[in-house]
């Protein structure tokens, strides 16, 4: 299981895309290639953007269909938090 805690890499307003994109690319998708699974702890993380939550889950979605959530546990969201994983998960499955 690798943890990945957010709040030291994006501070409690998590906005970069760019942060998010890279934290896909060096720790997501090499968990998810070895099989393992993901906790994204979003402790002391207030709120995040819709961009930001689309950068960090959308291609992974995309490459390895909507099951890849199966494997990612989501830790210590709030609802607004909640709230835009579940709309950029939801737009994932529509695009589809």
Do not use: W
């Amino acid at each position: 299981m690798k943890t990945i805690r957010l709040l030291k890499l994006v501070g409690s307003f998590a906005e970069n895309k760019d942060i998010a994109r890279d934290i896909r690319i060096k720790d997501i998708v090499p968990a998810l290639e070895k099989e393992e699974d993901i906790t994204l702890d979003f402790e002391g993380v207030e709120s995040a953007t819709q961009s930001f939550i689309h950068a960090l889950i959308s291609d992974l979605i995309r490459r390895y269909g909507i099951e890849v959530l199966d494997k990612i546990i989501f830790k210590n969201c709030n609802d607004t938090v909640k709230k835009i994983i579940s709309i950029v998960a939801d737009y994932m499955q529509e695009t589809d």
